[in-house]
């Protein structure tokens, strides 16, 4: 499975930052994924470039970004 995809998918579910991305593919018995956190961001990114998914800060008492699809 393409983690792009996979990050749609729960994306199309809820925003998520990508910590919140990495405990879901973590704590999930159906999508079992073995990569590193940096494939996630990266994969972010990507797909933020090509305007799949866009992003909004959200200001906590740390600062975190929600990826939007």
Do not use: C, R
């Not at 940096?38 to 008492?61: P, W």
Request: no cysteine.
């Amino acid at each position: 499975m393409s983690i792009q995809l996979a990050i749609l998918g729960i994306l199309s579910w809820k925003s998520s930052t990508g910590y919140e991305l990495k405990k879901i593919f973590e704590d999930s018995s159906f999508m079992y994924w073995s990569g590193n956190n940096n494939q996630i961001y990266k994969a972010l990114m990507n797909m933020e470039n090509n305007v799949f998914v866009s992003n909004e800060v959200v200001h906590q008492d740390n600062f975190q970004k929600k990826y939007i699809p």
